[in-house]
T-cell receptor, first 114, second 109 residues
Framework: GAVVSQHPSRVICKSGTSVKIECRSLDFQATTMFWYRQFPKQSLMLMATSNEGSKATYEQGVEKDKFLINHASLTLSTLTVTSAHPEDSSFYIC??????????FGSGTRLTVV | TQLLEQSPQFLSIQEGENLTVYCNSSSVFSSLQWYRQEPGEGPVLLVTVVTGGEVKKLKRLTFQFGDARKDSSLHITAAQPGDTGLYLCAGGSNYKLTFGKGTLLTVNP
């Protein structure tokens, strides 16, 4: 079956620094990738949608300059949290979709900003 | 904006009891998916329903898609502690998934 690998699984960074999270589709080409944010015991909130080779489409209220998304190839998308602050601490999850492949989720990244 | 209302938000039951989780929307979805998520992990797909009135069974779990494809339910028979987790419904369109708020289920031994 389709597999999506997300790294790192956990990261702790200092306030003001940037953090990059990678999402890779291992056995299929992901034409579209999605990035979600999840707070404890709550549902997933879609942050942005990215299609390979084009700019990401951000949901209302999500800061484009803070959450940089790159989808340079059909198997890799990255989310960079720039100038991270404690309120950015959260669980970030990616999902990938390809031709004949439905939504497949990564295992998530726990970001803690101290 | 398509919204999915999921209820109940929290549910704590004893082992052996039955339960039903509901997912409702005013919008029509091309498909509806149910996921289960454990803490610190990504959601895992349980089932996808696409046809109005469709019923799917997965062991002790029964999933139903409403005739109008606006609502769905998940029924668990004889719940076990291993069923504990966050259950999420998600409606599919041509370009993205819309998630409900989730139901946090705790099954006590």
């Amino acid at each position: 079956g389709a597999v999506v690998s997300q790294h790192p699984s956990r990261v702790i960074c200092k306030s003001g620094t940037s953090v990059k999270i990678e999402c890779r589709s291992l056995d299929f080409q992901a034409t579209t990738m999605f990035w979600y944010r999840q707070f404890p015991k709550q549902s997933l909130m879609l942050m942005a949608t990215s299609n390979e080779g084009s700019k990401a489409t951000y949901e209302q209220g999500v800061e484009k300059d803070k959450f940089l998304i790159n989808h340079a190839s059909l198997t890799l998308s990255t989310l960079t949290v720039t100038s991270a602050h404690p309120e950015d601490s959260s669980f970030y999850i990616c999902s990938a979709r390809g031709l004949n492949y439905g939504y497949t989720f990564g295992s998530g990244t726990r970001l803690t900003v101290v | 904006t398509q919204l999915l209302e999921q209820s109940p938000q929290f549910l704590s039951i004893q082992e052996g009891e039955n339960l039903t989780v509901y997912c409702n929307s005013s919008s029509v979805f091309s498909s509806l998916q149910w996921y289960r998520q454990e803490p610190g992990e990504g959601p895992v797909l349980l089932v996808t329903v696409v046809t109005g009135g469709e019923v799917k069974k997965l062991k002790r779990l029964t999933f139903q898609f409403g005739d109008a494809r606006k609502d769905s339910s998940l029924h668990i028979t004889a719940a076990q502690p291993g069923d504990t987790g966050l259950y999420l419904c998600a409606g599919g369109s041509n370009y993205k998934l819309t998630f409900g708020k989730g139901t946090l289920l705790t099954v006590n031994p």
